[in-house]
């Protein structure tokens, strides 16, 4: 069912993901998906999940600045791969344990940089929407004008001084 609804999302956006067009794909009711899934809410977090299950988490034996940027890089690397279906990370928040590996990771690296543990979830929050944003500008072509790889570097960098002041 995910396989599907991810297909339907890739060929023809999120717009088209509804109830009837997966059951289609799949050559079932509507109905059958209800008893499996619950409702498009359900599929859209399928989709949440296998988005943030592609990102690759960083060596945890690296410094804690090297293991943000390795989770910053590789956020950017699957909103580059899925433009379209990336902005639903906005939106949806990771609801299972897998898909909260990527945050978790980056509460460990904070911590280790010596954040209070009052301020690791705000300091997350504000790393993965920078990231979060970043991509989404780039893939709606901001940065077509520039190097969009100096930019991102640049901003991490910047990112990585504020977490280290």
């Known amino acids: 069912m995910l396989d599907a609804t991810w297909a339907l999302a890739a060929e023809r956006g999120l717009a088209a993901v509804t109830m009837r067009a997966v059951a289609e794909r799949l050559g079932v009711t509507p109905m059958a998906?209800?008893?499996?899934i619950g409702d498009k809410?359900?599929?859209?977090?399928?989709?949440?999940e296998r988005l943030l299950g592609e990102i690759p988490l960083p060596d945890p034996e690296l410094p804690w600045p090297d293991r943000l940027e390795q989770l910053a890089q590789g956020m950017r690397a699957v909103a580059r791969?899925?433009?379209?279906?990336?902005?639903?990370?906005?939106?949806r928040s990771a609801t299972t344990e897998a898909a909260r590996r990527p945050r978790d990771a980056a509460y460990s690296a904070l911590r280790e940089a010596g954040l209070k543990e009052a301020d690791v979830e705000r300091a997350e929050r504000m790393l993965s929407t920078f990231i979060l944003g970043f991509a989404c500008s780039e893939a709606a072509g901001r940065f077509a004008h520039v190097d969009a790889d100096t930019e991102f570097t640049y901003?991490?960098?910047?990112?990585?001084?504020?977490?280290?002041s």
């Open 81 to 91: 791969a899925h433009p379209d279906l990336f902005p639903l990370l906005f939106e």
């Open 41 to 48: 809410q359900g599929l859209l977090d399928g989709l949440v």
């Open 155 to 164: 901003a991490t960098e910047a990112l990585r001084r504020v977490f280290v």
């Open 33 to 36: 998906l209800y008893r499996h």
